[in-house]
T-cell receptor, first 108, second 112 residues
Framework: SQQGEEDPQALSIQEGENATMNCSYKTSINNLQWYRQNSGRGLVHLIL?????REKHSGRLRVTLDTSKKSSSLLITASRAADTASYFCATFGNQFYFGTGTSLTVIP | DAGVIQSPRHEVTEMGQEVTLRCKLISGHNSLFWYRQTMMRGLELLIYFNNNVPIDDSGMPEDRFSAKMPNASFSTLKIQPSEPRDSAVYFC??????????FGPGTRLTVT
Protein backbone atom coordinates (compact mmCIF):
# COMPACT_ATOMS: atom_id res chain seq x y z
CA SER A 1 0.00 0.00 0.00
CA GLN A 2 1.27 3.47 -0.83
CA GLN A 3 1.65 5.91 2.00
CA GLY A 4 3.94 8.64 0.83
CA GLU A 5 5.30 10.58 -2.07
CA GLU A 6 8.40 11.23 -4.05
CA ASP A 7 9.28 14.51 -5.63
CA PRO A 8 9.80 15.71 -8.16
CA GLN A 9 7.75 13.40 -10.37
CA ALA A 10 10.01 14.26 -13.27
CA LEU A 11 13.45 15.83 -13.49
CA SER A 12 15.45 16.82 -16.55
CA ILE A 13 19.08 17.91 -16.25
CA GLN A 14 22.20 18.30 -18.37
CA GLU A 15 24.93 15.70 -18.26
CA GLY A 16 27.44 16.55 -15.54
CA GLU A 17 24.90 18.23 -13.27
CA ASN A 18 23.75 16.78 -9.97
CA ALA A 19 20.27 15.29 -9.54
CA THR A 20 18.40 15.27 -6.24
CA MET A 21 15.27 13.25 -5.57
CA ASN A 22 13.25 13.24 -2.38
CA CYS A 23 11.09 10.65 -0.67
CA SER A 24 8.66 11.06 2.21
CA TYR A 25 6.92 8.36 4.20
CA LYS A 26 4.46 8.10 7.06
CA THR A 27 5.28 5.22 9.40
CA SER A 28 8.32 4.06 11.34
CA ILE A 29 10.83 2.07 9.33
CA ASN A 30 13.65 -0.45 9.74
CA ASN A 31 15.38 0.64 6.59
CA LEU A 32 14.89 2.62 3.39
CA GLN A 33 16.11 1.56 0.00
CA TRP A 34 16.48 3.22 -3.38
CA TYR A 35 15.94 1.42 -6.67
CA ARG A 36 16.37 2.30 -10.32
CA GLN A 37 14.19 1.11 -13.18
CA ASN A 38 15.11 1.45 -16.80
CA SER A 39 12.23 1.51 -19.24
CA GLY A 40 10.68 -1.92 -19.66
CA ARG A 41 12.97 -3.59 -17.14
CA GLY A 42 12.80 -4.78 -13.55
CA LEU A 43 13.95 -2.65 -10.65
CA VAL A 44 17.58 -2.70 -9.60
CA HIS A 45 18.65 -2.12 -6.02
CA LEU A 46 20.96 0.87 -5.55
CA ILE A 47 21.49 1.45 -1.86
CA LEU A 48 20.05 0.62 1.57
CA UNK A 49 20.16 2.93 4.59
CA UNK A 50 19.15 1.71 8.03
CA UNK A 51 16.95 3.73 10.37
CA UNK A 52 19.90 4.47 12.68
CA UNK A 53 22.01 5.85 9.84
CA ARG A 54 21.86 9.42 8.58
CA GLU A 55 23.94 9.32 5.44
CA LYS A 56 25.39 6.75 3.13
CA HIS A 57 27.53 6.87 0.00
CA SER A 58 28.00 4.49 -2.89
CA GLY A 59 30.04 5.72 -5.81
CA ARG A 60 28.26 8.76 -7.24
CA LEU A 61 25.23 8.16 -5.03
CA ARG A 62 24.61 9.86 -1.72
CA VAL A 63 21.56 9.05 0.38
CA THR A 64 20.41 10.89 3.46
CA LEU A 65 17.74 9.85 5.94
CA ASP A 66 15.92 12.06 8.43
CA THR A 67 13.66 9.87 10.53
CA SER A 68 12.32 12.86 12.49
CA LYS A 69 10.96 14.31 9.25
CA LYS A 70 10.29 10.90 7.74
CA SER A 71 12.14 11.81 4.60
CA SER A 72 15.07 10.71 2.50
CA SER A 73 16.95 12.14 -0.44
CA LEU A 74 19.01 10.57 -3.20
CA LEU A 75 21.74 12.65 -4.80
CA ILE A 76 23.40 11.54 -8.01
CA THR A 77 26.53 13.56 -8.68
CA ALA A 78 28.10 14.23 -12.07
CA SER A 79 25.14 12.70 -13.88
CA ARG A 80 25.53 10.73 -17.09
CA ALA A 81 23.11 9.98 -19.91
CA ALA A 82 23.09 6.37 -18.70
CA ASP A 83 21.53 7.55 -15.42
CA THR A 84 18.29 8.24 -17.29
CA ALA A 85 15.72 6.05 -15.55
CA SER A 86 12.97 6.08 -12.93
CA TYR A 87 14.10 6.08 -9.31
CA PHE A 88 11.99 4.66 -6.49
CA CYS A 89 12.39 4.70 -2.75
CA ALA A 90 11.10 1.77 -0.72
CA THR A 91 10.53 1.68 3.01
CA PHE A 92 10.46 -1.43 5.16
CA GLY A 93 8.83 -1.39 8.56
CA ASN A 94 5.50 -2.82 9.55
CA GLN A 95 4.47 -2.51 5.92
CA PHE A 96 6.30 -2.42 2.63
CA TYR A 97 5.96 0.70 0.53
CA PHE A 98 7.34 1.78 -2.83
CA GLY A 99 7.09 5.44 -3.74
CA THR A 100 5.58 6.70 -6.96
CA GLY A 101 9.00 7.30 -8.45
CA THR A 102 10.94 10.13 -10.02
CA SER A 103 11.57 10.01 -13.75
CA LEU A 104 15.07 11.35 -14.40
CA THR A 105 16.24 12.40 -17.84
CA VAL A 106 19.89 13.29 -18.32
CA ILE A 107 20.48 15.19 -21.53
CA PRO A 108 23.84 14.50 -23.21
CA ASP B 1 23.04 -17.70 -9.84
CA ALA B 2 20.79 -16.71 -12.75
CA GLY B 3 18.82 -14.27 -10.64
CA VAL B 4 15.06 -14.22 -10.26
CA ILE B 5 13.43 -16.02 -13.17
CA GLN B 6 9.91 -15.23 -14.33
CA SER B 7 7.82 -16.93 -16.94
CA PRO B 8 6.27 -16.27 -19.30
CA ARG B 9 7.82 -12.93 -20.28
CA HIS B 10 4.75 -11.99 -22.28
CA GLU B 11 1.21 -13.28 -22.04
CA VAL B 12 -1.76 -12.30 -24.17
CA THR B 13 -5.06 -13.83 -23.24
CA GLU B 14 -8.75 -13.28 -23.66
CA MET B 15 -11.01 -12.01 -20.94
CA GLY B 16 -12.29 -14.83 -18.76
CA GLN B 17 -9.29 -17.08 -19.22
CA GLU B 18 -7.08 -18.29 -16.38
CA VAL B 19 -3.57 -16.86 -16.24
CA THR B 20 -0.69 -18.35 -14.26
CA LEU B 21 2.53 -16.43 -13.72
CA ARG B 22 5.61 -18.21 -12.39
CA CYS B 23 8.61 -17.10 -10.41
CA LYS B 24 11.80 -18.84 -9.29
CA LEU B 25 13.60 -17.25 -6.36
CA ILE B 26 17.31 -16.77 -5.94
CA SER B 27 18.79 -19.70 -4.04
CA GLY B 28 19.07 -18.95 -0.31
CA HIS B 29 16.50 -16.16 -0.28
CA ASN B 30 13.56 -16.62 2.05
CA SER B 31 11.24 -13.76 1.10
CA LEU B 32 9.19 -13.49 -2.08
CA PHE B 33 7.25 -10.47 -3.30
CA TRP B 34 4.71 -10.08 -6.13
CA TYR B 35 4.19 -6.60 -7.60
CA ARG B 36 2.00 -5.15 -10.34
CA GLN B 37 3.00 -2.06 -12.28
CA THR B 38 0.79 0.13 -14.47
CA MET B 39 1.06 3.68 -15.70
CA MET B 40 -2.05 4.67 -13.77
CA ARG B 41 -1.29 3.06 -10.41
CA GLY B 42 2.47 2.75 -10.41
CA LEU B 43 4.15 -0.13 -8.58
CA GLU B 44 1.82 -1.98 -6.22
CA LEU B 45 2.79 -4.70 -3.77
CA LEU B 46 0.29 -7.54 -4.15
CA ILE B 47 1.56 -10.08 -1.64
CA TYR B 48 4.71 -11.17 0.07
CA PHE B 49 5.85 -14.44 1.61
CA ASN B 50 8.45 -15.16 4.23
CA ASN B 51 9.67 -18.74 4.57
CA ASN B 52 6.83 -19.89 2.29
CA VAL B 53 4.16 -18.30 4.49
CA PRO B 54 2.03 -15.41 3.18
CA ILE B 55 2.68 -12.46 5.49
CA ASP B 56 0.71 -9.65 3.87
CA ASP B 57 -1.80 -10.15 1.07
CA SER B 58 -3.65 -6.88 1.59
CA GLY B 59 -2.59 -5.71 -1.85
CA MET B 60 -4.26 -8.59 -3.68
CA PRO B 61 -7.01 -6.86 -5.69
CA GLU B 62 -9.77 -9.40 -5.19
CA ASP B 63 -10.62 -13.07 -4.97
CA ARG B 64 -9.74 -13.58 -8.61
CA PHE B 65 -6.08 -13.33 -7.60
CA SER B 66 -4.28 -16.07 -5.68
CA ALA B 67 -0.63 -16.75 -4.95
CA LYS B 68 1.16 -19.84 -3.69
CA MET B 69 4.62 -21.00 -2.72
CA PRO B 70 4.59 -24.79 -3.10
CA ASN B 71 8.26 -24.86 -2.09
CA ALA B 72 11.02 -22.54 -0.93
CA SER B 73 12.21 -21.66 -4.41
CA PHE B 74 9.07 -21.32 -6.51
CA SER B 75 5.88 -19.26 -6.56
CA THR B 76 2.85 -18.83 -8.76
CA LEU B 77 0.39 -15.97 -9.15
CA LYS B 78 -2.91 -16.99 -10.65
CA ILE B 79 -5.70 -14.80 -12.02
CA GLN B 80 -9.01 -16.51 -12.64
CA PRO B 81 -10.98 -15.27 -14.47
CA SER B 82 -8.82 -12.57 -16.02
CA GLU B 83 -10.20 -9.16 -16.96
CA PRO B 84 -8.85 -6.37 -19.22
CA ARG B 85 -8.09 -4.21 -16.17
CA ASP B 86 -5.59 -6.86 -15.04
CA SER B 87 -3.34 -5.87 -17.93
CA ALA B 88 -0.03 -4.80 -16.40
CA VAL B 89 3.56 -5.84 -15.88
CA TYR B 90 3.85 -8.28 -12.99
CA PHE B 91 7.16 -8.48 -11.16
CA CYS B 92 8.34 -10.89 -8.56
CA UNK B 93 11.29 -10.16 -6.31
CA UNK B 94 13.19 -12.14 -3.71
CA UNK B 95 15.28 -11.11 -0.75
CA UNK B 96 16.89 -12.45 2.40
CA UNK B 97 14.20 -10.78 4.53
CA UNK B 98 14.24 -7.00 5.02
CA UNK B 99 17.28 -6.82 2.80
CA UNK B 100 17.63 -5.65 -0.75
CA UNK B 101 15.17 -7.09 -3.20
CA UNK B 102 16.22 -8.66 -6.46
CA PHE B 103 13.62 -8.22 -9.17
CA GLY B 104 12.83 -10.52 -12.03
CA PRO B 105 12.43 -9.19 -15.58
CA GLY B 106 8.65 -9.12 -15.26
CA THR B 107 5.73 -10.64 -17.13
CA ARG B 108 3.82 -8.30 -19.41
CA LEU B 109 0.19 -9.41 -19.30
CA THR B 110 -2.37 -8.22 -21.83
CA VAL B 111 -5.98 -9.26 -21.38
CA THR B 112 -8.18 -8.50 -24.37
Amino acid sequence: SQQGEEDPQALSIQEGENATMNCSYKTSINNLQWYRQNSGRGLVHLILIRSNEREKHSGRLRVTLDTSKKSSSLLITASRAADTASYFCATFGNQFYFGTGTSLTVIP
Amino acid sequence: DAGVIQSPRHEVTEMGQEVTLRCKLISGHNSLFWYRQTMMRGLELLIYFNNNVPIDDSGMPEDRFSAKMPNASFSTLKIQPSEPRDSAVYFCASSDHMGEQYFGPGTRLTVT
